[in-house]
């Protein structure tokens, strides 16, 4: 029986979400396999984990700008010595956790656990294939310290592979299979069903729109936002998930009320139905992290970006916008021009369907499975 390991770490949902959908298809397609799913950071250390995750959220929600700069400075200099450094001492504790479960495999969707494995792997102390798979649309260094020990490194397309070999990284390590995705955007839904449950209409567009963020992002600029479709003349519904942001529930409530508009707009407050939402929506209106990202690509899904984290969201966002796949709604635009240009042009948003589909990675997770298990 083989013996794979998974490990992640909570900094964001995506490096947990890419895990879980690795997880899942091992245990769904491959009987003769012991897979586990560990938060590296958490394991190694509560207290440690807990600090740097509250740093990086607290940062990302009220100095995105100050994470940007945290975000750009770890790839050299100082700040990436010391993350190496950390990371080093750390994997001293990790070690005791491989060496008790022996993996053939370690699938990592974090670079703090790639770099600790990588170190013991140069220390002699592991053994072991150790696969990498990268979770945004563009590098980091950090994902690439210690990568002579690393032995597949798994990206979102072919354009980040080649930065990759430019940064030394040989070509037959290198596999543009996507980020992972889970198995429910690969099924087929009843879109009328789905319609009927939501109390929505089939005569109209679907918006889907992210509201709440993880961290309550750009609470103004999303309001404005949500209001400009709310208000916009166009054949319109809107699904607004506001996720566990109260206050930006609440706001949307009494904009919807002011305005008169309960049968066009639905707000949830949280659901596990983005599967389904997205199958039957024409738009997606959302922060560009790697997940949903992927999810909307995967739903052949024009996006409009609103509010990126500086950083990798901001290098996900250019990604989209490159390919002609995406809008990115900037603090100065005019956003009522923007969504009625988009929305009376069904031959743009036909274009752009076209081209999500086309640089989406459907069978991601399939892929990844197969190069290191078949």
Same mark, same amino acid.
């Given at each position: 029986?083989?013996?794979?390991?998974?490990?992640?770490?909570?900094?964001?949902?995506?490096?947990?979400?890419?895990?879980?959908?690795?997880?899942?298809?091992?245990?769904?397609?491959?009987?003769?396999?012991?897979?586990?799913?560990?938060?590296?950071?958490?394991?190694?250390?509560?207290? $440690?984990?807990?600090?740097?995750?509250?740093?990086?959220?607290?940062?990302?929600?009220?100095?995105?700008?100050?994470?940007?700069?945290?975000?750009?400075?770890?790839?050299?200099?100082?700040?990436?010595?010391?993350?190496?450094?950390?990371? /080093?001492?750390?994997?001293?504790?990790?070690? /005791? %956790?491989?060496?008790?479960?022996?993996?053939? $495999?370690?699938?990592?969707?974090?670079?703090?656990?790639?770099? #600790?494995?990588?170190?013991?792997?140069?220390?002699?102390?592991?053994?072991?294939?150790?696969?990498?798979? #990268?979770?945004?649309?563009?590098?980091?260094?950090?994902?690439?310290?210690?990568?002579?020990?690393?032995?597949?490194?798994?990206?979102?397309?072919?354009?980040?592979?080649?930065?990759?070999? =430019?940064?030394?990284?040989?070509?037959?390590?290198?596999?543009?299979?996507?980020?992972?995705?889970?198995?429910?955007?690969?099924?087929?839904?009843?879109?009328?069903?789905? %319609?009927?449950?939501?109390?929505?209409?089939?005569?109209?567009?679907?918006?889907?729109?992210?509201?709440?963020?993880?961290?309550?992002?750009?609470?103004?600029?999303?309001?404005?936002?949500?209001?400009?479709?709310?208000?916009?003349? =166009?054949?319109?519904?809107?699904?607004?998930?506001?996720?566990?942001?109260?206050? #930006?529930?609440?706001?949307?409530?009494?904009? $919807?009320?002011?305005?008169?508009?309960?049968?066009?707009?639905?707000?949830?407050?949280?659901?596990?139905?983005?599967?389904?939402?997205?199958?039957?929506?024409?738009?997606?209106?959302?922060?560009?992290?790697?997940?949903?990202?992927?999810?909307?690509?995967?739903?052949?899904?024009?996006?409009? $970006?609103?509010?990126?984290?500086?950083?990798?969201?901001?290098?996900?966002?250019?990604?989209?916008?490159?390919?002609?796949?995406?809008?990115?709604?900037?603090?100065?635009?005019?956003?009522?021009?923007?969504?009625?240009? %988009?929305?009376?042009?069904?031959?743009?948003?036909?274009? #752009?369907?076209?081209?999500?589909?086309?640089?989406? /990675? /459907?069978?991601?997770?399939?892929?990844?499975?197969?190069?290191?298990?078949?």
């Amino acid at each position: 029986m083989k013996k794979v390991m998974i490990f992640y770490a909570a900094y964001g949902g995506g490096h947990l979400s890419a895990a879980r959908s690795i997880k899942e298809n091992i245990e769904t397609n491959y009987k003769d396999v012991d897979v586990k799913l560990i938060d590296c950071m958490e394991y190694v250390s509560k207290y $440690v984990n807990k600090v740097t995750t509250k740093a990086y959220s607290e940062m990302a929600k009220k100095a995105p700008r100050a994470w940007g700069r945290v975000y750009w400075n770890s790839q050299k200099g100082p700040l990436a010595h010391f993350s190496t450094t950390s990371n /080093k001492v750390l994997s001293i504790k990790l070690n /005791k %956790l491989l060496q008790d479960f022996q993996p053939d $495999v370690i699938i990592s969707t974090h670079p703090f656990a790639t770099q #600790m494995c990588g170190y013991l792997k140069k220390l002699g102390k592991l053994d072991t294939k150790i696969a990498t798979v #990268m979770t945004d649309y563009a590098p980091h260094d950090q994902w690439l310290v210690f990568n002579h020990y690393v032995d597949y490194f798994f990206v979102s397309h072919e354009g980040m592979k080649k930065k990759l070999h =430019e940064k030394g990284i040989p070509n037959e390590k290198i596999f543009a299979t996507g980020i992972p995705l889970s198995n429910k955007f690969l099924l087929k839904y009843d879109k009328t069903q789905i %319609l009927e449950s939501f109390g929505l209409s089939p005569d109209k567009k679907t918006v889907l729109f992210f509201g709440g963020g993880e961290f309550g992002l750009g609470k103004t600029q999303t309001f404005k936002i949500f209001k400009s479709f709310v208000e916009c003349p =166009e054949n319109i519904q809107i699904v607004a998930i506001a996720g566990k942001n109260q206050k #930006m529930k609440e706001s949307f409530e009494s904009l $919807v009320y002011e305005l008169g508009k309960y049968d066009n707009v639905k707000i949830l407050e949280y659901t596990n139905k983005v599967p389904e939402l997205m199958s039957i929506s024409d738009l997606v209106v959302t922060k560009p992290g790697g997940l949903t990202t992927t999810e909307s690509l995967a739903s052949g899904l024009p996006i409009v $970006v609103i509010n990126p984290i500086p950083g990798q969201e901001e290098e996900n966002a250019a990604y989209l916008e490159e390919n002609k796949v995406a809008i990115w709604i900037k603090k100065d635009d005019n956003v009522e021009e923007i969504l009625n240009n %988009l929305l009376s042009n069904p031959d743009k948003m036909q274009e #752009m369907k076209i081209r999500a589909r086309l640089i989406a /990675k /459907k069978n991601s997770t399939k892929d990844i499975c197969k190069i290191l298990l078949s």
